[in-house]
């Protein structure tokens, strides 16, 4: 047992040494000067290339059953509607279903039941924006009597928001150069940067639309642009 016991002994010595070099060399250099803290952002334009609109059918009747049946009715042909404009089942969603009784209230009386409100809602992504008009002014004469939207978006931002992290760090080196020269120093190094976060300042909020049955011309839709903007915390040492 004694002849086992001291090889591992050993073996364990000549551990410790080696974990305790490989701590030493992490560790960081102490600041010998300034250090300066600033923050920069970084952004980006691009041209919308989806569009979400809300759309669905509000029905209302003596009986919640006829309720129900006839917004299921209508809301068939809305789906109907976005199938043949070409909308792939992934990009249609069921936001909202509903049935509430409709009150009549006067003064001194019970309420008064007076029948039942059905509604269905539908988050719908266009993947060509051009075709938004033409398929909302469908989906109008197919019985959706409630639209909100679009809102306009980018579907896959990341290379976009990528750009702009890069015209960030430009940025922040930038404006550090620019601290140190002011004080008469330069940037020796960067100690640490990070990111608070990339997102798209969103457009102005969209109007709700109360679809009507009649419509003198063809509703089109202005993508314009959105930014992207992309901001990060930086820390130089100055000497």
Known sequence: MKFSILPLLAATALVVPAVASAQTAVQVQ???????????????????????????????AATATAAIQQNAARMDRV?????????????IQTSSLSLNPDYVYQQNQ????????????????????GDTG????????????QISGPNLTIDKPEAALDEARVK????????????????????????????SGGYAVPPPMPVAMYARAERDS?????????KLQVSVAMSFELQ
């Open 30 to 60: 102490p600041i010998a000067g300034t250090r300066l803290d600033i923050s920069a952002t970084g952004e980006v334009s691009r041209v919308p290339d989806v569009a979400i609109i809300s759309t669905g059918v509000v029905t209302r």
């Open 79 to 91: 789906r109907a509607a976005l199938k043949r404009a070409g909308i792939a089942d992934k990009d």
């Open 110 to 129: 019970p309420p008064k039941l007076t029948g039942y409100q059905a509604s269905n809602t539908l988050s719908v992504r266009f993947r060509d924006i």
């Open 134 to 145: 033409k398929i909302l002014d469908a989906l109008v004469s197919e019985g959706a009597n």
């Open 168 to 195: 960030a760090i430009a940025a922040g080196r930038a404006r550090a150069e620019l601290y140190a020269r002011s004080l008469g120093m330069r940037v020796v190094r960067l100690l640490s940067v990070s990111e």
């Open 218 to 226: 063809s509703t089109q839709i202005d993508p314009g642009e959105q």
